[in-house]
């Protein structure tokens, strides 16, 4: 069964909001048995939008909406849905008194404007909204479906939770669609596609090949009648993969390097410290972007300058001698923010973050190091494309090696 | 003059890719005199991508594509356009020259598959990409122009800016539009909404309002014959939102919390020092994401544990007496960063992240403590929705208050 997500709002037509609303619902279609047949941005215009939808209508039985719901006369979901349907927009007093106690709960004063967000037409289902002001829709006429949510990214996401997934899952689908992940990091998409060139092209499963920020993903799409017949499409694939690719691999699905090594430190009872001049916080924010992170994240230093290195225990004569951008200055690095936090493990990032080349290193080049219990090591890094990819490529890069290393030393010590 | 905005991959139908072009593209349109009428995206299919281009040119004059230029057979924007044409595609020996320079200068061998790239229909003129091997294509037929631009972002920015800005420059204009963006902090939309209601709801300028992570944006659009008379029509309703919103305005245009911080430590000569446990060191990576930082950013501590805030300076009894979260213990922190660091400026953030409370204090509340050459003070801030959020919205706040406490404290040395 196809679908089609329409994302409402002429702030998307002007580049000012990256629609995001779109993505997230695009990628749980699939577990849902529906495909998408495409996705469009539409301005706040009755005609436009409702054209949108008829034509969204005439190839794909499903159809959802994002943004248009407020109390404005710029959101016009309700009426050109209404004109679609060739229905007339009522007053629903049932809403009216939801947001009469919402405002109260609030303590404000409900404005005629808000009332705009208590009218439907008779073939549309109110969809609670615990977010927010703008209750969304589910309107069944005819065999097809519609269903319009808020464009708030937060409001949107908890009605999908509480109210559409609920009602997409009851229905009886035909085929479900079950994906699996897996990623890669060090290889270039030429050189997987190298490797594992024969599973390419197939139909079902279906391989795709995606370049990120984190490595080369590898998605294996299986569609079956049921999840456990999907999976036993996806099984043999995934293992050709990961005889392939065996080392490159690093994690699955939803995992993150951050994840990935949030559960390795936890598993071991292990602490973290980090020292970075590269990244400039951005691999302490990452590892802090994990629910829990304070368990074994002990703390960490971005130092800048060769002063603040020295200050924080980086012998000045590694820096003298091998220069700032260097491996040993990496390891001490490491070794330095282990020491002074007090933690089992250390990581440092010194590189050059660019435009211009420092000490003759070019920009892009970096070094990781890496400090365990006393054993230290670091790796090499090259990255290229603008300050912030090159932030998080040596962010992704350092935690994969911490996560290698780690590993590596705990397994020799039993 | 319109102009339609097609993405084409099946991975971003997948959820698997967020577009980025095309709201890179559609906020350069304005400047251009051309309205974005439809945003959508394509799979990798060649009927729907001819549907799709036939639709958008029935109402638009302008088609830019991004993606489906590559060398696979899922890159069909090529047969599409011939389709769409009624064309034949033939292979360019200048283009095929150009690959295999390309190739011989990179150390590596043209594939065959490399060679659907060099083909291209009678009409089309095609567009060097000095990034990839995908040249783009600029197809002029009919009153028509297709621009096709390959997908990996920053190809398309640099085939945009070498080859599809200036052909686009050259054009004649029948209007240009001009955004002048004035960017709030600390006022919701209602709050704004209210203070300068009589200005919204005009055609020309239209004034949008959008909130963000950065606080509210208020949006001027104006359209004129000239970039002059668009400016004419801005500069009274920036004047008026300038009077009503004064306090709450900091920033203008592409203006951000840390370009904006940055310019003031360097027109003062200062140097600046961080301590945050909250932020979990995106406040340190938000200073280090503009270029040059180094010059005034001394370093950061990330001390997400007490014992470490201690470490690093705080006295023990201010976090026994007032707890780690509070007033004092963020002035505390913003006083031992500067200290430590020996920078002018001190900025200290303490919170709880959540999603669990803290000591009594709820998820989302934060301390922002801020210390200049002795003088310190601190500010409550209550953040919302969920921990990246959190992060974002207390490294903003504690960025602006920074900019707001220097410019007062320069100001009184005076």
Redesign the interface.
């Known amino acids: 069964m196809n679908v089609e997500i329409l994302s409402i709002g ?11 609303n ?9 577990a849902l048995g529906l495909t ?8 706040d215009s009755v005609e ?1 939008l409702a054209e ?1 939808l008829a ?1 969204a209508l005439q190839r794909s039985d499903v159809v959802i909406t994002t943004g248009g719901l407020g109390p404005t ?1 710029d959101d016009l979901t309700r009426e050109a849905i209404a004109r679609l349907l060739k229905e007339e927009l009522q007053l629903d007093e049932a809403l009216v008194e939801g947001l009469r106690s919402l405002f109260a709960g609030r303590g404000a004063t409900m404005t005629p404007a808000n009332l705009r967000q208590a009218y439907r037409i008779p073939s549309a289902q109110a969809l609670p909204n615990r977010q927010g002001t703008a209750p969304g829709l589910w309107v069944q006429k005819d065999g097809k479906l519609i269903i319009a949510l808020p464009g ?1 990214p ?1 409001e949107m996401q908890g009605l999908w939770e509480q109210e559409v997934l609920p009602r997409l899952q009851q229905r009886p689908q035909d085929a479900v669609i079950v994906t699996r992940t897996l990623k890669t990091f060090g290889l270039g998409e030429l050189a997987i596609d190298a490797a594992i060139h024969g599973l390419f ?1 197939q139909e079902n499963p279906y391989l ?1 090949i ?2 990120k920020a984190d490595g080369v ?1 590898l ?1 294996i ?1 299986a569609r079956a009648a049921t999840p456990a017949e999907a999976q036993r499409l996806i099984a043999p694939m995934e293992a050709e993969i990961r005889q392939a690719l065996e080392s490159y691999l690093w994690g699955v699905d939803d995992e993150t390097p951050e994840t990935r090594v949030g559960a390795l430190l936890r598993e071991h009872h292990l602490t973290l410290a ?1 020292m970075e001049s590269l ?11 994990v ?1 829990g ?2 368990d074994y ?9 060769a002063a ?1 290195k020295i ?1 924080h225990g980086v012998p000045p004569e590694l820096i003298q001698v091998h220069g700032v951008v260097s491996a040993p200055v990496a390891e001490a690095m490491a070794e330095a923010a282990r020491m ?2 007090e933690a089992d493990v250390g990581l440092g990032i010194t590189g050059v ?1 660019g ?1 211009a080349s420092l000490e003759g290193r070019p920009p892009g080049m970096a070094f990781l190091g890496l400090s365990f219990q006393g054993r230290t090591r670091s790796v090499e890094g090259r990255y290229i ?4 990819l090159v ?1 998080r490529a040596a962010t992704v890069h350092a935690l994969l090696e911490l996560y290698r290393f780690v590993t590596e030393q705990v397994a020799a010590q039993r």
Do not use: C, N, W
């Open positions: 002429t702030e998307i037509l002007m580049g000012e909001l990256v629609d995001t779109a993505p997230f619902l695009a990628a749980r279609m699939p998408v047949r495409g996705i469009a941005q539409v301005g436009d949108a034509r006369q708030p937060h092209g795709g995606y370049a993903h998605r799409i980090t990244t400039g916080g951005a691999l302490a924010s990452s590892i802090t972007d629910q992170s304070s994240f002990k703390g960490g230093f971005v130092a800048y300058t603040m200050a002074r936090a973050a435009p494309r603008g300050r912030p932030k």
